[in-house]
């Protein structure tokens, strides 16, 4: 007779027996409830989607490095080895040959594949502007092997995007933008493109995260996802299970090259606008506010009596901007802008972007406590950064002789005076008192700043003299304040301006 084993598992002070009888494989029963949902196939949606999907092959004249091959093109995680591959087993064979023949050597030329995906049925195709950049030819390849001339339209640096332009014979297949506003973390999502050259290629995963910004530009508001994403996917969609494009695979995140599960696509909802505006005008028309904005951090928050760090910090404005028109002024926090809340200093650059050009706007400002609107009209960006690149002129803001100086804040400060000025080059437009010497251990130190910076705002009022900040600060403590904002020109630069909040200790 078989004698069974008894295992105990111990659960608090009760132990639980159970016999296991030898040659005997007990099953567990699962009730429907505890059976977990399996995910339906794909296949048919890839069948669907894969023919909207194409491949894109770009030539161009390659940049030559120190040994004379050419470099990969700049950015293009989805490049391949063209011709002139130093991993080439034919490389030994060819640097033979051209030292014997001296003067033969073919002009570099770089080759590089993309993603892209068909948007109308006429041909307009949309990639990643890093994907074209530099190609003197574009070729188009198809999911049933037909290979088109492609025809650059337009494209953006700023979200990496570009349009593409071939001529069929029929009508493509092609894909439609959804609401990625609507994407939800976890939600299931299909990469269809190009890696390593292999062709259409489908890979599925979930989304990851959201509002990614991996510094990329000035718009960057990623879709994080951990479907497969490689070298050769650039350029390519991210679907969602209904089949609409969620976003452009654009970036990856890889210590080796490869997948490591964190890819990155720019949201449909800000590829939209971009890619009418390319295939209206060839060139973006972005909304332009014309102001220097920083984070507001729990420090400034609090020195300005903000409920919490929430909007966008204005630092300078330019001069005959929009913003300048409205009466915006440095120091004000931008809170809302067109009726939409500015969470973060990274949400305002985003909607101001999309705003249309010439239209009047409000503008919610905090400014010395106090909400203030103001009504903007709407510049356009192309236009604004020619003008701020331009403007280096400014108001003369040279200060009487300098007084004694003066002890705060772990600062040595003095009044600017002209032979300060022209120690430490300041800029002729600044004016405040000028930092002599920073404690090593001072909150000043903490926060980087240094002799030559110059302070022309404390408490959001100008700084006339050194004195000025200390009575600022003893204010500042009087109101039951931990610290007190300060505008700073740093290196006495026009251009450098930024707010930074100082702790202030107990006296």
């Not at 679907?239 to 995140?253: Q, S």
């Not at 110059?454 to 100008?462: D, K, S």
């Amino acid at each position: 007779m078989a004698t069974g084993r008894v295992i105990c598992i111990a659960t608090g002070a009760m132990a639980i027996g159970l016999a296991l009888a030898p040659l005997q494989v007990a099953h567990a029963q699962t009730s429907p409830a505890m059976q977990l949902e399996q995910l339906p196939s794909v296949a048919d949606l890839a069948d669907r989607l894969l023919p909207a999907v194409v491949e894109i092959t770009i030539e161009a004249k390659g940049p030559e490095t120190a040994e004379g091959a050419p470099e990969s093109a700049p950015g293009d995680e989805g490049g391949e080895p063209g011709a002139q591959d130093p991993d080439s087993p034919f490389k030994d064979f060819f640097d033979e040959f051209l030292k014997r023949n001296p003067g033969s050597e073919p002009p570099q030329r770089m080759s590089s594949m993309g993603s892209g995906f068909v948007i109308d049925p006429a041909g307009i195709i949309v990639t990643n502007n890093h994907v074209v950049d530099g190609a003197d030819t574009i070729e188009v390849h198809f999911h049933d092997d037909t290979v088109l001339k492609g025809e650059l339209v337009g494209r953006d640096s700023k979200t990496d995007l570009a349009v593409i332009r071939v001529k069929p014979e029929k009508p493509l297949a092609a894909v439609d933008f959804g609401d990625s506003d609507r994407l939800r973390v976890g939600e299931w999502v299909l990469a269809i493109g190009n890696p390593f050259g292999l062709g259409g290629s489908v890979s599925l995963g979930i989304v990851s995260a959201r509002n990614r910004d991996i510094n990329a530009g000035p718009y960057d508001d990623f879709i994080q996802t951990d479907a497969a994403i490689n070298k050769g996917n650039s350029g390519g969609p991210l679907f969602n299970l209904k089949g609409e494009v969620m976003g452009i695979n654009t970036a990856i995140f890889s210590p080796s090259g490869g997948s490591v599960g964190i890819g990155f696509s720019v949201p449909a909802n800000t590829a939209k606008n971009v890619v009418s505006q390319l295939v209206e005008f060839g060139e973006t028309r972005r909304g332009w506010l014309g102001v220097k904005i920083q984070a507001v951090t729990d420090d400034i928050a609090e020195s300005l009596s903000l409920d919490r760090a929430r909007g966008a910090l204005v630092s300078d404005v330019t001069p005959t901007g929009p913003a300048a028109q409205a009466g915006v002024e440095p120091g004000d926090v931008i809170l809302e802008f067109n009726g939409r809340a500015i969470d973060s200093m990274r949400d305002l650059p985003k909607i101001v972007a999309e705003t249309p050009i010439g239209i009047d706007v409000p503008v919610k400002v905090l400014r010395k406590g106090k909400e203030v609107s103001v009504t903007a009209k709407v510049g356009r960006l192309e236009d604004g950064e020619k003008l701020a690149a331009a403007a280096s002129g400014g108001s003369d803001g040279s200060a009487s002789t300098a007084p004694a100086e003066v002890k705060v804040l772990g600062m040595t400060l003095a009044t600017l005076s002209e032979d300060l000025r022209a120690k430490f080059a300041t800029d002729k437009e600044v004016s405040g008192a000028v930092v002599i010497d920073v404690a090593a251990d001072s909150a000043a130190a903490e926060k980087r700043l240094a002799p030559g910076d110059v302070i022309t705002e404390a408490g959001e009022e100008a700084v006339q003299a050194a004195e000025d900040i200390a009575r600022r600060a003893d204010a500042a403590r009087a109101a039951g304040k931990s610290s007190l904002l300060l505008l700073v020109s740093k290196g006495g630069k026009a251009s450098e301006m930024r707010f930074i909040a100082l702790k202030l200790k107990e006296q």
